[in-house]
């Protein structure tokens, strides 16, 4: 093999999918054309592929758009094994089916909402940034974080291709802060302690100055006779009104007493009478 030919087939294998290329336009036919990009096989140029001159019209022949000898930018839309299929139309950097979840990206912010941030990533759609995966903590707005043309590198959190949504984050890429408290914070804010509710007990022994205890202070506390509080006047005129009470109340119940046995007497009384009546 030739240098030429190991030449040729180096650039072969130099060829992959979304690869630019500046091709010279070798023919031009109905179905599209043949493009030269030095790739030693044929790289094919479909009409469908061709940019047309106005946007929305269609192309009555592709050699009122190319013309041999010209030269143009393109893409390389798919490989075969006998050639090349290119493409006017620059690739999307990612399709659809190469978006996995937990892959990192790199795009550009292109808008800023309440929510969240919006970033090109070279897909279909641009990926959403969502408020709470702009950063660790607290975000009041994404402008805090982001500005639009911002070019920043993020994680594919989740993907649906069939509503063809991209959800990013930025933290996912980032440390977890780690709280510490400092000296001033510290001073601040210092450590509780337990506050312990003591109920009220006896008298703690005292000890003296040489740590010996005072057991002849001690028992002379314990053996003091308790002094009893003097009443008030309210508890004095309290205790004599319950005193009268009493004492009417017995005066009553003898009264009663004397009345039940007077009319007993009475009442026998006049049972006699009517006995003795009737025995003469």
């Known amino acids: 093999m030739d240098n030429s030919a190991v030449a040729v087939a180096d650039r072969q294998n130099e060829i992959k999918p979304k690869a630019q290329y500046t091709g010279k336009v070798v023919k031009t036919s109905l179905a ?30 592709v050699s009122d758009v190319l013309q041999e000898g010209q030269e143009v930018n393109v893409w390389v839309r798919r490989i075969r094994d006998d050639r090349v299929e290119l493409t006017m139309f620059k690739p999307l950097d990612l399709e659809w089916r190469e978006i996995k979840k937990n892959m990192v990206v790199k795009g550009k912010v292109v808008r800023l909402e309440g929510f969240g941030a919006f970033v090109d990533i070279g897909a279909e759609r641009p990926g959403l940034i969502h408020i709470s995966e702009l950063a660790h903590g607290y975000v009041r707005t994404p402008a805090d974080v982001v500005k639009e043309e911002d070019e920043v590198e993020a994680m594919v959190i989740d993907v649906n291709r069939k509503k063809k949504q991209i959800k990013l984050s930025l933290k996912a890429l980032q440390p977890e802060p780690v709280i510490e408290q400092t000296e001033r914070q510290a001073e601040t804010f210092p450590k509780r302690e337990k506050t312990v509710r003591r109920t009220k007990k006896a008298p703690t022994r005292r000890r003296t100055e040489d740590g010996v205890e005072n057991i002849d202070e001690l028992m002379q506390n314990i053996n003091e006779p308790v002094q009893e509080a003097e009443p008030t006047a309210m508890e ?17 119940k003898k009264k009663k007493d004397k009345n039940v046995s007077s009319e007993q007497d009475e009442l026998l009384s006049r049972t006699l009478e009517n006995k003795a009546g009737s025995s003469s």
């Open 32 to 61: 599209g054309a043949i493009v030269d990009i030095g790739a030693g096989r044929p790289a094919i140029l479909h009409v469908s592929q061709i940019i047309p001159p106005e946007d929305g019209q269609p192309i009555k022949s």
């Open 236 to 252: 004095i005129a309290i205790r004599e009104a319950m005193e009268r009470a009493k004492a009417r109340k017995q005066e009553d």
